[in-house]
């Protein structure tokens, strides 16, 4: 029976490890900061026109938008870009707000090809300035999104496309499916289409409400596991009280490997630095040589201890030669941001996402001020001084407390130095009980000398 009992029981553990396998997967996405920021996606089905080519068939107009609800994760230059799979022949006769990056075969259709005959078509948002009869609302930004808690104006991008052979009634028509987002590199995971209640249009006057023939939505998750093999920032801490400078953990974002791979970092004492930087892919990183080979280093620094306030310095700097950062955010965890007083060069705004319990702050740059985080170089870095009013029931300087918990650049976690390796505050009993031993020892010389 023993035994028995013991085979069941090694079953049973074995078989809840496979269950955990394969049941917690999609936990990699989930961001605790931002619990349900997401990406979604809406396809409205806004009517059936005829083809105008083939006179037979019906096509539907249809109006995609993308909407980042994200509180501080956005899409940078060159954009976003999205691609699905037709489930039948589908053909994209006409775009308005955005394009197909490819046409693909159009050979069986003789007179008018259409703009796209691709089964998994890719699409991609105009640039600014494209002619008014080519824009939609919301479109033509370059493919660039802003995270909502920024700018929810800029939040969200807009195309509308004309497909054919696509089915003339909603019963007939089906979803694309495998939809993939590309913002602009990996790291979103789609869900299906899901048909919901059609989405209801306003008129300019506000007096007629129309509604889409039929609404789809599906939603994207942002796992930063996918989106980046190593870490993408890091953090370095100091403070008025001790003058170690504690810096980024060593290979935080990966280690130099110039001898194997040529080209993976870049001396600034080089003499040939700005041909190298000027070569090759403008889109493709090109990192200074640091001990630690991040892109971006977000400094820390306790500046001054007043009776009632304390301030901190923060500065972040770029160490990519190559890219700027727009529209730049910095997400930081401190248990005293519930009592932020002031933030003098930067916008800020509190994250509350476990309700009223307030340590989390997003920060970000002025507009046409410091916005822009400039490539490395003379210009390649923003700063800032925050001003924390003290409560004295949990403000210390000991072990570490007026250091952050958490820091992310863009919504990428950054690397923390160790906590055994923070500055720590002198020790008053400490320096005492060294200058009284020197003094002991001192005399202890003296008097021997003396009598030697």
């Known amino acids: 029976m023993g035994f028995l009992l013991s085979k069941l029981t090694s079953f049973a553990t074995v078989l809840v490890f496979w269950l955990c396998c394969f049941t917690f997967t999609s936990t990699d996405a989930y961001d605790p900061l931002d619990p349900s920021g997401n990406i979604t996606i809406k396809w409205d089905i806004k009517s059936w026109t005829p083809d105008g080519y ?151 006057d506000k007096r007629r409400v129309t509604q889409a023939m039929m609404t789809w939505k599906l939603t994207c998750t942002y796992s930063q596991f996918l989106a980046q093999k190593t870490p993408a920032c890091c953090v370095s801490l100091s403070s008025f009280y001790n003058d170690t400078v504690v810096p980024c953990p060593t290979c935080s974002c990966g280690c130099q490997n110039n001898l194997t791979h040529p080209g993976s970092c870049v001396d600034p004492k080089s003499p040939y630095l700005a041909s190298v930087v000027s070569a090759a892919d403008k889109n493709s990183p090109l990192v200074r ?43 930081m965890q401190h248990p005293n941001f519930d009592n932020l007083t002031q933030v003098f060069s930067f916008n800020s705004k509190s994250l509350t996402p476990y309700g009223t ?53 863009n919504g990428d976690t950054c690397v923390m130095p160790p906590p055994d390796a923070y500055p720590y505050l002198p020790n008053a009993g400490s320096c005492q009980y060294i200058s009284l031993l020197t003094l002991i020892m001192v005399c202890a010389l003296t008097f021997a000398y003396a009598y030697a």
Not at 142 to 171: E, H, I, R
């Open 54 to 204: 083939l006179q037979h068939t019906m096509c539907k107009q249809a109006m995609v938008t993308i909407y980042n609800y994200q509180q501080y994760r956005h899409i940078q230059a060159p954009g976003w870009s999205l691609g699905w799979a037709w489930k039948n022949k589908e053909v994209i006769w006409d775009m308005v707000g955005g394009q197909a990056t490819e046409q693909g075969d159009c050979s069986r259709f003789k007179t008018f090809p259409p703009h796209c005959c691709k089964k998994k078509p890719t699409i991609v948002d105009l640039l600014p300035g494209t002619p008014y009869n080519k824009q939609v609302s919301n479109c033509c930004k370059g493919g660039v999104l802003s995270s909502w808690m920024q700018d929810p104006v800029n939040a969200a991008a807009s195309f509308q496309l004309s497909v054919g052979q696509a089915g003339t009634t909603n019963k007939k028509v089906k979803p694309p499916e495998n939809f993939t987002l590309m913002a602009p590199g990996p790291g979103y995971t789609c869900g299906a289409l899901k048909v919901v209640k059609p989405t209801k249009y306003f008129s300019p």
């Open 289 to 331: 040589c640091t001990h630690h080979m991040c892109p971006i280093r977000v400094h820390w620094h306790i500046k001054l201890n007043y009776r009632e306030y304390w301030r901190v310095k923060v500065t972040i700097t770029n160490f990519d030669y190559r890219r700027n950062y727009s529209d730049w955010n910095l997400v």
């Open 357 to 409: 319990f307030n340590d989390t702050a997003m920060l970000w740059g002025i507009k046409f001020y410091n916005d822009m985080l400039m490539q490395s170089g003379p210009v390649g870095n923003v700063q800032s001084e925050l001003l924390f009013h003290k409560n004295p029931a949990t403000f210390t300087f000991e072990k570490g407390w007026a250091f952050p918990r958490r820091i992310s650049f």
